[in-house]
């Protein structure tokens, strides 16, 4: 089965690279993915995860060879990659994505798609010229309480759908102490977390909105 195998190249090898590759390898006996490559500007960061992983693989009795890049043009070009994960902070999302959409590969983007709304466009249109459609990572859609909440709408279990409602508690302690403590890195708050929420309006309305208005604050402690 090794060899049918897709070898995978994650673009950003932080805590969220790091926790979505580690994945994977305890996932090894049940996916038909495998890491092959490793990219990141701090190069300590990807040893350490190359490290980490290879020690998951290793209790898994499989040893895959995984090749460290400092650029992710390299990493792109690397023939034994055939997904890229793009897991940077936001605001370096569109370079590496557009490369790897132009190379044929398939891509997964960590969410938000970008930081800004040009980069966004940036990225969508480049999947539209290339016919090579981005994975996006909207959790929200494989977690149980969400799920249900779906199956008992589609279901007719509570009802026509009127009016949704969510409320939202960020985690001050993992947001606002790395890169989405500045709105130029991250987008903002909207971007970085509530881009969860404008999936679930636009799954659970089956529909995308025709207007959007918005009105808030922030209040941090």
């Keep these: 089965m090794a060899g ?11 805590r969220r690279g790091y926790e979505l590759g580690a994945i994977i390898a305890r996932l090894h006996d049940g996916l038909d993915l495998e890491i092959r490559a490793l990219c990141n500007r701090t190069p300590i960061r990807m040893q350490k995860a ?7 693989y290793e209790g898994k009795g499989v040893s ?21 994960m793009v897991t940077t902070s936001s605001y370096a999302h569109r370079e590496p994505t557009v490369l790897a959409l ?5 891509v997964y983007v960590d969410k938000p798609l970008a930081h800004n709304l040009e980069d966004s466009l940036a ?27 779906w199956d008992l709408l589609r279901q007719g279990g509570i009802g026509e759908l009127k009016m949704i409602l969510v409320r939202d508690v960020i985690p001050y302690h993992t947001l606002f102490q790395t890169y989405a403590r500045k709105i130029e890195w991250s987008g903002g708050v909207l971007s970085e977390k509530m881009s969860h ?22 209040a941090v402690f």
């Excluded at 895959?64 to 890229?84: C, K, M, S, W």
């Design 4 to 14: 049918k195998r897709v070898g995978v190249g994650i673009v950003g090898t932080g």
């Design 50 to 56: 190359r490290d980490g992983l290879q020690a998951i």
């Design 64 to 84: 895959p060879h995984i090749t460290l890049y400092e650029n992710y043009a390299d990493l792109i070009r690397d023939p034994q990659v055939g997904l890229v």
């Design 102 to 106: 132009r190379a044929g590969k398939r």
């Design 123 to 149: 990225i969508y249109r480049e999947q539209l010229r290339t016919n090579n459609p981005v994975i996006m990572s909207f959790t929200r859609r494989f977690e149980k309480p969400w799920t249900t909440t």
């Design 197 to 218: 929420i404008f999936d679930v309006f636009n799954w659970f309305a089956r529909d995308e909105p025709k207007k959007v208005t918005a009105f808030g604050g922030q």
